[in-house]
């Protein structure tokens, strides 16, 4: 059963760094896509950043946080990592880890979430 798990969030000031983690479970995930996604109060879900492998590793970001976060993976312990710098208040949501079962379809597995608040 694949599970993912994240942590790393909290309260932190405007300008201040977090750095996510996503604990994936079940099996080796070493060449299926993963991604962060969030969701702020009253918001949809939106896509914050993915990391996948087509020949070499392809990283995509939303706009919003080109130049402020950095989606990693660490494949010997089935973690991918989401660093977040300079935060902004608007980056106040929950953050949930995403995994594709197959990288030509949507993300099939979804963690909990954890939540980052920032504040002004």
């Known amino acids: 059963q694949v599970q993912l798990v994240e942590s790393g969030g909290g309260l932190v000031q405007a300008g201040d760094s977090l750095r996510l983690s996503c604990a994936a479970s079940?099996?080796?995930?070493?060449?299926?896509?993963m991604g962060w996604f969030r969701q702020a109060p009253g918001k949809e879900r939106e896509f914050v950043a993915g990391i996948s492998w087509s020949g070499g590793i392809i990283y995509r970001y939303a706009d919003f946080v080109k130049g402020r976060f950095t989606i990693s993976r660490d494949n010997a312990k089935n973690t991918v990592y989401l660093q977040m710098n300079s935060l902004k208040p608007e980056d106040t949501a929950v953050y949930h880890c995403?995994?594709?079962?197959?990288?030509?379809?949507?993300?099939?597995?979804w963690g909990q979430g954890t939540r980052v608040t920032v504040s002004a």
């Open positions: 079940g099996r080796s995930f070493t060449w299926n896509d």
């Open positions: 995403a995994l594709k079962n197959y990288n030509s379809g949507p993300y099939n597995y």
